[in-house]
């Protein structure tokens, strides 16, 4: 029973800490890309610094790269997921806010839970629904501005779907069973390949620096590879290994609320009141599930 109880608040620990990396990633990202700084540069250098330093951290830790052909080949293939979700997020923060992008991304949560049910992975007990409808009503809420301060770009909503989308395939691919025995970082540093060259060749082809000319832009770029290029995305697969990518993706909408104030803080985004009221079912719904799987892992481990 403790062993499961302390898995469970590792994997909480994790998932708040990729919440934070990801979700001050569209504010820091649009506060680049308004000094001047192209989306091809921004993950050009992002994958350019952040890739290197998973694998850093690979070979710092011994961690066993030995993981056959097959595994590999399958780990670089799930990176093309990782490309679109890359390209179409960060080009919906050219059209539409950044928290209200990384809301509508959010709708992977609904998407991988409903994946998981259909492949049998997941049941889906009443607990989950709820805190998965409880949610999803937060996060309307909060995209929700009656008073339409708010505009939202077509091309951008299309962008952020599609981002939403190819998030999802991602996070059940980093939990797929044959990836069971493999570190996290590992799995991390095969997928994060393709994103890379992928990113390359775009800033190479539109004729953009990889890294910006201006301190102040590497400032910008330096932060988002530390933070959404290396620690979140091994935090997020440590918790995936953890508690699974449906309760990690379903505590992770944490991530839109901090999003959504690091918009406020940097952006200068307005807060509404609907928002700070779906802000708060998000969070009943985090700490319903949070306390509810805590329940079930006690009850599984006394039978």
Wanted: hydrophobic share 55%; proline share 4%.
């Amino acid at each position: 029973m403790q062993r499961e109880r302390s898995k469970l608040t590792a994997g909480l620990l994790f998932v708040l800490l990729a919440s934070f990396g990801y979700g001050t990633m569209p504010a820091v990202t649009q506060y680049a890309l308004a000094s001047g700084v192209a989306i091809e540069t921004v993950l050009a250098s992002r994958y350019l610094f952040g890739l290197p330093l998973i694998w850093i951290y690979i070979f710092f830790r011994r961690k066993n790269v030995r993981v056959g052909r097959g595994n590999a080949l399958f780990m670089t293939a799930a990176g093309c997921t990782t490309v679109l979700c890359a390209i179409t997020m960060n080009e919906s923060y050219k059209y539409i806010p950044g928290f209200i992008a990384s809301l509508l991304v959010f709708l992977y949560v609904v998407i991988v839970v409903l994946i998981e049910i259909l492949i049998g992975k997941e049941k889906p007990h009443k607990s989950r629904l709820l805190c998965l409808a409880l949610a999803v009503i937060g996060l309307i809420a909060v995209v929700w501005v009656p008073d339409g301060d708010v505009s939202l770009n077509p091309i951008g909503i299309f962008f952020a779907f599609a981002a939403a989308l190819t998030y999802a395939l991602s996070a059940v691919i980093m939990g797929a069973k044959r990836l069971a025995d493999i570190s996290a970082e590992v799995v991390m540093g095969f997928m994060f390949l393709i994103p890379m060259a992928v990113s390359l060749i775009r800033a190479a082809a539109a004729g953009c620096p990889l890294v910006p000319p201006e301190s102040p832009q590497i400032i910008f770029v330096i932060f988002l590879s530390l933070s959404a290029g290396f620690v979140a995305p091994v935090a997020f697969c440590q918790a995936i290994k953890l508690i699974g990518a449906s309760t990690s993706s379903m505590i992770n909408t944490s991530e839109p609320v901090i999003a959504y104030f690091a918009g406020v803080v940097i952006m200068s985004d307005r807060i509404s009141g609907s928002s700070m009221l779906g802000g708060g079912l998000i969070i009943v719904a985090i700490l319903l599930l949070n306390i509810t799987e805590r329940k079930r892992a006690s009850s599984i481990d006394l039978k």
